[in-house]
């Protein structure tokens, strides 16, 4: 008679691993030393808490564009770009038109009842549902912000890459110095997010910047790694666990997943078992779905 007992079972799951050959997969262990296996192939599906596995759910349209793109939240409010007009996107998945802004990708920062946003060609903010560009201050050697490709609100002051050039804002002011108020880097920034205690700034490596005054500002390299454009997002520290307490900045760069905490320290969570092609630009959110917190980014 067959014998058809079970030699070993595969229960719980701890992601993809594309590093080491398929038959060399190793198992690794949780902290109550249950067994966690690695896959080689992963596709349309999640990996909960308990590291078990589900058919990720489908989808459905909601609401059709042309071209959509730039989608973001701060949970009150949702805006996405169709080029080239800003929308607010409606509880009833229904969708009110703001404004042109033409056609780029839309970085934006929220600070106090404004969102500010900007895409290399139009800079502005949104207050009740009044969509209105950056002013020229009319004081002397005082500019508004140029339009850029990335924006982040720090400490008071609001931060512009354009190019190879981060410009900074006089306190509390959407104009800045053009004396005083940039800094210039070696290449073209591909990432610029704010974290409790400085910035990230991602220009073929990736730099942390402390301090509460421009003026304190040093650039300590946490990473040689260039960051993927749009995949940067900050996250509430209580998701992190382990008694995380200040928001920290998750992106994809050219070698991994990092995540970044506010005093500068950086992980690179992926790179001992996902390879990275290389990609050009992405896109991220966080999701929270039944207290499993996932990072989701799209790359192309």
């Given at each position: 008679m067959a014998d058809n007992s079970l030699l070993f079972t595969l229960d719980r799951f701890s992601g993809m691993n594309n590093v080491e050959e398929s038959f060399r997969i190793p198992a690794t262990a949780?902290?109550?030393?249950?067994?966690?296996?690695?896959?080689?192939?992963?596709?349309?599906?999640?990996?909960?808490?308990?590291?078990?596995?589900?058919?990720?759910?489908?989808?459905?349209?909601?609401?059709?564009?042309?071209?959509?793109?730039?989608?973001?939240?701060?949970?009150?409010?949702?805006?996405?770009?169709?080029?080239?007009?800003?929308?607010?996107?409606n509880p009833q998945y229904t969708a009110t038109s703001i404004g042109m802004v033409g056609m780029g990708r839309m970085s934006y920062a929220p600070w106090n009842d404004k969102i500010y946003m900007t895409n290399d060609s139009f800079i502005g903010y949104l207050r009740d549902n009044t969509l209105t560009p950056l002013a020229d201050p009319g004081i002397l050697y005082k500019l508004p912000l140029p339009a850029?490709?990335?924006?982040?609100?720090?400490?008071?002051?609001?931060?512009?890459?354009?190019?190879?050039?981060?410009?900074?804002?006089?306190?509390?002011?959407?104009?800045?110095?053009?004396?005083?108020?940039?800094?210039?880097?070696?290449n073209d920034i591909t990432m610029l997010v704010a974290v409790?205690?400085?910035?990230?700034?991602?220009?073929?490596?990736?730099?942390?910047?402390?301090g509460a005054e421009p003026d304190e500002f040093q650039k300590n390299r946490v990473m040689e790694a260039d960051a993927i454009p749009y995949t940067a997002i900050v996250v509430s520290g209580g998701f992190m666990g382990d008694g995380v307490q200040y928001d920290c900045a998750l992106w994809t760069s050219t070698n991994g997943i990092c995540l970044g905490d506010s005093d500068g320290t950086v992980k690179n969570l992926t790179r001992s078992r996902y390879a990275m092609s290389q990609h050009a630009i992405g896109g991220a959110v966080v999701r929270n779905l039944n207290e499993t917190v996932h990072y989701i980014t799209v790359l192309e």
């Open positions: 949780d902290k109550a030393w249950h067994k966690l296996y690695d896959m080689d192939e992963l596709e349309n599906l999640d990996i909960d808490n308990s590291y078990v596995l589900s058919t990720r759910p489908g989808s459905d349209l909601e609401l059709a564009g042309t071209d959509v793109h730039s989608l973001w939240s701060d949970e009150d409010t949702c805006l996405f770009v169709d080029s080239p007009t800003l929308y607010k996107l850029g490709r990335f924006i982040a609100y720090y400490r008071g002051r609001l931060y512009v890459a354009k190019g190879k050039v981060l410009y900074i804002s006089d306190a509390l002011c959407e104009h800045y110095d053009i004396r005083t108020g940039f800094r210039v880097f070696a409790g205690k400085g910035l990230y700034v991602s220009d073929g490596a990736t730099w942390f910047i402390p």
